[in-house]
């Protein structure tokens, strides 16, 4: 059935409009953090009506404002309710038509300040169809919204055509994956493939992950392994009036016991944990085509940002690093490095190419450094491929004060053996 504008008004005016809230669990622990707040329409009589026969309607026109500042207000009334128990954010869902409102981010904070509540505790959320048409003006809107205190989150994040377009250039702080893409219950390869992608892409630019619509534990047990942060659906709750939410709020136990998740790990997630792992040690990864003269660069957060491009010609990734050598080391440098030279090694059975070098840093300072690489192979192509790392070594200044200490101590404990002895730790400190 098909509502009219003034029927909602009605409702509206009448206060027949509520919010339900669908809590939202941390995947791993299952333990509540969070809720969304959804309007819903209880006519006098107790029947529910869904927003799907009402909010197209209202959308229509400026009533869709209306319905979501009375449901924002509706959520700050049940937080205040939370002051004697465990205090939760909650989302409220805001129409693409705010982001034309004048001064919304002041509004909001007004409210909010009105029942003296922390901002962080409310969390604006639009969808990704509300970002098209409104590029102009989306990026101020948003980044005025997260100057005021509040997080933002883009909701059914996957339903569109455009979503990557849109999510690399929006400061948004947590992305909602569409229910859509969960659609064949995680067992189906591509799928699996798209929704590891769409994790690492979202842990790439540093935001929070909610899988929405998770209603099996064959898809809660893969989107724990693809370290999805939070889980909203059936499977752990449906919408709630808001008496029951709170009573669950007040125990805020877990539904679910947690697993473990190395149990249940996917290749994306392991070799999530394994590249943390190199990475402590080479702070620079290079993959290189050496037969189409390519390359893609990763380097670790924490290291010292480097002024190459994350990827391009491999050629030219050479005669930048070799202008960043000590004047002595170019010229070995750039032979060993050269496209030609590699590919000649590998020719002749090379498993690995190796050389040391003193690099010139940031700082000023000439440091040395060892790089290697190693070839490997892909089964889905005949390019040689080449894996390239890069370690900081310590300064020979220091390994050689090493060496006089070990040379001091030993002297009085080897005596007239002392010879043969610090032979053996020049041989282990060169391995």
Not at 231 to 253: K, N, T, V, W
Not at 259 to 280: G, H, K, N, P
């Amino acid at each position: 059935m098909k509502y009219t504008a003034e029927e909602i008004r009605s409702a509206l005016q009448n206060g027949e409009l509520t919010a339900y809230y669908q809590p939202q669990y941390d995947t791993l622990t299952s333990q509540l953090k969070s809720a969304e707040a959804l309007v819903r329409w209880i006519k006098k009589d107790g029947t529910v009506v869904s927003p799907f026969f009402f909010i197209p309607v209202a959308e229509e026109s400026d009533l869709i404002m209306e319905i979501d500042w009375y449901v924002a207000e509706l959520a700050c009334k049940t937080l205040v309710k939370q002051n004697v128990m465990p205090q939760f954010p909650i989302s409220v869902n805001f129409s693409r038509r705010h982001i034309q409102e004048k001064n919304f981010a002041e509004k909001l904070a007004a409210l909010m300040d009105r029942y003296e509540l922390p901002r962080p505790l409310m969390e604006v959320e639009i969808t990704e169809s509300a970002m098209v048409g409104n590029e102009a003006n989306l990026l101020d809107w948003i980044v005025s919204i997260r100057n005021a205190g509040f997080s933002v989150a883009i909701d059914d994040f996957g339903s569109g055509l455009s979503s990557l377009q849109f999510v690399k250039d929006i400061p948004a702080d947590v992305l909602k994956i569409d229910k859509s893409l969960l659609s064949h219950n995680c067992e189906d390869e591509k799928e699996r493939i798209v929704l590891e992608s769409i994790f690492t892409f979202a842990h790439r630019l540093h935001m929070k992950t909610v899988a929405e619509g998770v209603e099996t534990k064959e898809q809660l047990g893969f989107l724990r392994s693809c370290d999805c942060i939070r889980i909203q659906g059936y499977l752990f709750a449906r919408p709630m009036p808001e008496a029951d939410y709170l009573s669950l709020c007040r125990g805020h136990c877990a539904v679910d016991e947690p697993t473990d998740i190395l149990q249940m790990q996917s290749a994306s997630s392991a070799i999530q944990l394994l590249m943390e792992a190199v990475f402590r040690r080479y702070p620079l990864v290079i993959f290189t085509n050496l037969s189409r003269n390519s390359y893609y660069m990763m380097a670790y957060d924490d290291f010292t940002r480097t002024s190459c491009p994350s990827a391009g010609i491999f050629d030219e990734l050479i005669e930048h690093g070799t202008e960043t050598m000590h004047p002595d080391d170019r010229a070995v440098f750039a032979e060993t490095f050269s496209r030609q030279n590699i590919i000649a090694q590998y020719k002749n059975g090379a498993k690995t190419l190796r050389l040391i070098t003193r690099q010139l840093g940031d700082d000023g300072i000439y440091r040395r450094v060892e790089t290697v690489d190693y070839f490997v192979r892909s089964g889905s192509s005949p390019d040689i491929l080449a894996i390239t790392l890069c370690e900081n070594l310590p300064d020979e200044t220091d390994t050689q004060a090493a060496v006089s200490a070990i040379e001091a101590d030993l002297k009085a404990i080897c005596g007239s053996n002392l010879d043969a002895v610090m032979e053996v730790v020049r041989k282990r400190l060169n391995t």
